[in-house]
């Protein structure tokens, strides 16, 4: 799952199915979407036509708040896979801890077991969240997928993780553009060194963590960059020069804001 190309905010239908079939033309073989992008069948579409077989992709995609319960779970499992096109999926996660989660990985845990999922994970579960989640499930996530960049680097999330042996995945790992991130001095001095950009250097750092990284991009160029990130290694130095860039908080999302809860849970994506 190194080499993943994201289509969170691509929900135009011909934009998106023409970016994920660039990002197979340039070698990437794991989509991430979720229900609530609402672009899966443009996803499926481009895997339908792509010509690459099914084997060899990686389909990822994400079960919405709205959904969240046993009953609306294993629904909305079989709506994505009619999106999708697929019999299956690789990985399928919760995409945010809010509503009936457990139920709905309930669901999850007997669509893994039947083999219609083949991993099933979670978003957005920080460590509390995911101590009290691990505790409690049968089948321990594969992946929990947060935010994850040089700006905000959550060691403790990474440990918590790694307790219960769940991969850390990174949604935003350009932080959103944030922070100067494309420009940024110490990513760029970094860079130069080794030939690099400074977005390559903060995806090496973060595949250097033992993280996944899911960038997001609609430009062919810029997936074959990011996709050009393994013929160089970052020193310790490298490494914890970047690490004095992490701020200690996000600053693109709070998930401990209760009305970011509620908009979170006004967000339907169907009737």
Known sequence: MDKQVLVFQVPEPAQCQQAVADAIDVGYRS???????MNESAVGAAIAES???REELFITTKLWVQDAGYESAR?????????????YLDLYLIHQPMGDYIGAYRAMEEAYEEGILKAIGVCNFYPARLTDF???VKIMPAVDQVELHPFFQQEDALACMKEYGVCPEAWGPFAEGNFGIFTHPVLTKIGEKYGKSAAQ???????????VVIPKSVHRDRMEQNFD???FTLTDDDMAEI?????????????????????????????
């Open 31 to 37: 989509i991430d979407t979720a229900a609530a992008y």
């Open 51 to 53: 010509g690459v077989a």
């Open 75 to 87: 629904k909305a499992i079989r709506t994505s896979l009619e999106n999708l096109g697929l019999d």
């Open 134 to 136: 691990c505790e409690t």
């Open 201 to 211: 250097v903060a995806l090496r750092w973060n595949t250097q963590r033992g993280v």
């Open 229 to 231: 990130i393994w013929d």
């Open 243 to 271: 690490a004095k860039l992490d701020v200690g908080h996000s600053e693109i999302v709070n998930h401990d804001d209760p009305a970011f809860i509620k908009m979170i849970h006004g967000l339907k994506i169907h009737e």
